[in-house]
Nanobody, 122 residues
């Protein structure tokens, strides 16, 4: 099975920066896509950013120009560099990975991280 380990959350003042990491381990043949989502209590989870194995990225409008997603394919790890943080960026951030376990059938699976709290104080 595949597990995700997230790290890097915490408390930061407005205007500050944080870097989240998400490392995938287990039976993995390839990871077509990795992404970050965020969720507030009682609200729907929302997309923050995604990145494909080829490096194509997609961002929510609210974070464009401030957040950067990247990945290290050799380490099966995704990163989210968050700059110019605002109090409205306060959420639990979740890593999401779409992976292929084996080349035999090419079936794609999905797994979520446990979430990491990001709190931005004003």
């Amino acid at each position: 099975q595949v597990q995700l380990v997230e790290s890097g959350g915490g408390l930061v003042q407005a205007g500050g920066s944080l870097r989240l990491s998400c490392a995938a381990s287990g039976r993995i043949f390839s990871i077509p896509a990795m992404g970050w989502y965020r969720q507030a209590p009682g609200k729907q989870r929302e997309l923050v950013a995604t990145i494909t194995s080829g490096g194509s990225t997609n961002y929510a409008d609210s974070v464009k120009g401030r957040f950067t997603i990247s990945r290290d394919n050799a380490k099966n790890t995704a990163y989210l560099q968050m700059n110019s943080l605002k109090p409205e960026d306060t959420f639990v951030y979740y890593c999401h990975v779409a992976y292929i376990a084996t080349i035999l059938n090419g079936r794609k699976y999905e797994v979520w991280g446990q979430g990491t709290q990001v709190t931005v104080s004003s």
